[in-house]
C-alpha cells in the first residue's frame, strides 16, 4: 500500500531563512503528488502539483518543490520565509481515488 | 466561483447518536470526497463519490456511509457514535476526482461526549 513520510513534525524558523520540507512517497510507479497548507483557522489549501514533465514545479507564494524519482522524494522548498508561511504543511500522493496523506509538518516562522 | 460549503461549522452530540453532515462541492465538481483529520492520527480517507457512485472507501467501520446526489452534493451519516468519532470532519471536491486536485471546505468539527 502506497505511504507518504514527512520528515519534521514541528520546524521553526526565523523570518528570511530558507525552507525545506522533506517528503518520502513508497509507491515506484507513476504517482502524482501534491503539498497542501493548512494556515491557522483555514482550510486546507493547494501550495502545488506535480503530475507529469519539469520535475521542478512551482507552487503559490513563492513555493516550489522538486520531484526526485529516483529517491521517492517531493520536497518543499522556499528561499525566504515570511511570518505569514506558519502553517500546517501536507504531503500527499495520489491512489485509488484518494490522496494518501503524509502526517504534516508544523511550521512556526518566528518574526 | 463558490468553493466547498460544508454545514454544519461545528456539531455536539453524546454517545450513541447519530449525526449527519453535508457538503456542496463547487458548482461543476463532480467528485466528492470526505476525509477525518484527528491529531493523533491526521488524515484519513472516508470514502469517495462520483455522479452518485461510490468509487472507493477507506477502512472506517459500517456505522460511517455516504451518498452523492444528483446535484454532486453529498451527505456523510456516523451512526451509534463512540467519543472516538471526535474529528475535523473534511469534504473536498474536484472535478474527477482521479488525479484532480481537491480543493475543501472548511470542515465540520464534531465532538462526541
Known amino acids: 500500500a502506497q505511504s507518504v513520510s514527512q520528515h519534521n513534525h514541528h520546524v521553526i524558523l526565523s523570518e528570511a531563512a530558507s525552507l525545506e520540507l522533506g517528503c518520502n512517497y513508497s509507491?515506484?510507479?507513476?504517482?502524482?503528488l501534491f503539498w497542501y497548507v493548512q494556515y491557522p483557522g483555514q482550510h486546507l489549501q493547494l501550495l502545488l502539483k506535480y503530475f507529469s514533465g519539469d520535475p521542478l514545479v512551482k507552487g503559490i507564494k513563492g513555493f516550489e518543490a522538486e520531484f526526485i524519482k529516483s529517491k521517492f522524494s517531493f520536497n518543499l522548498r522556499k528561499p525566504s520565509v515570511q511570518w505569514s508561511d506558519t502553517a500546517e504543511y501536507f504531503c500527499?500522493?495520489?491512489?485509488?481515488?484518494?490522496?494518501?496523506w503524509g502526517a504534516g509538518t508544523k511550521l512556526i516562522i518566528k518574526p | 466561483k463558490a468553493g466547498v460549503t460544508q454545514t454544519p461549522r461545528y456539531l455536539i452530540k453524546t454517545r450513541g447518536q447519530q449525526v449527519t453532515l453535508s457538503c456542496s462541492p463547487i458548482s461543476g465538481h463532480r467528485s466528492v470526497s470526505w476525509y477525518q483529520q484527528t491529531p493523533g492520527q491526521g488524515l484519513q480517507f472516508l470514502f469517495e463519490y462520483f455522479s452518485e457512485t461510490q468509487r472507493n472507501k477507506g477502512n472506517f467501520p459500517g456505522r460511517f456511509s455516504g451518498r452523492q446526489f444528483s446535484n454532486s452534493r453529498s451527505e456523510m451519516n456516523v451512526s451509534t457514535l463512540e467519543l472516538g468519532d471526535s474529528a475535523l470532519y473534511l469534504c473536498?471536491?474536484?472535478?474527477?476526482?482521479?488525479?484532480?486536485?481537491?480543493?475543501f471546505g472548511n470542515g465540520t468539527r464534531l465532538t462526541v461526549t
Open positions: 509507491y515506484g510507479g507513476t504517482v502524482n
Open positions: 473536498a471536491s474536484s472535478l474527477q476526482g482521479y488525479n484532480s486536485p481537491l480543493h
Open positions: 500527499a500522493v495520489w491512489s485509488n481515488y484518494q490522496l494518501i
